[in-house]
């Protein structure tokens, strides 16, 4: 039993998920304090300090603290957009830059001229029309 628990834990799959992990927490800090130390201050010069937590309705003796949601909703957006900027739009342009020359593959399939629906490149009749294809 040690010797399959031992197989499973050093499979590289559940390496990378570990690995994935740790690093997806010390970025969630590095995310935080980048929106809570910069972003949130900037915004607080530009319109004034950004917190809704006093805001609130009572509704039939019930106190509704929709302030909070509203504190969660906009730091939920200033990660989101500071993710996207900062991490996910430059990987996507390093991607779009490193696999740039890449070579086009060929095609495997190519349109049936009677019903063009797409065949493989090989076939010499259509799957689906049962139509001769040169």
Do not use: W
Not at 7 to 12: L, P
Not at 36 to 52: H, Q, R, S, W, Y
Not at 66 to 84: K, P, Q, W
């Amino acid at each position: 039993m040690l010797k399959e628990f031992k197989a499973f834990i050093f499979k590289g799959n559940v390496v990378d998920l570990a690995v994935a992990v740790v690093i997806g927490a010390a970025f969630g800090a590095v995310v935080t304090a980048f929106v809570t130390d910069l972003l949130n201050p900037l915004i607080a010069a530009v319109v004034g300090k950004p917190d809704f937590a006093g805001f609130s309705l009572t509704l039939n003796h019930s106190h509704i603290n929709y302030g909070l949601f509203l504190n969660a909703l906009i730091s939920f957006l200033l990660i989101a957009t500071a993710v996207y900027f900062f991490v996910v739009a430059p990987m996507n342009s390093l991607l779009k830059r490193m696999h740039a020359n890449d070579p086009v593959p060929a095609p495997t399939t190519k349109k049936c001229p009677e019903c063009l629906s797409d065949i493989p490149v090989a076939a010499r009749r259509c799957a689906h029309c049962a139509q001769p294809v040169a």
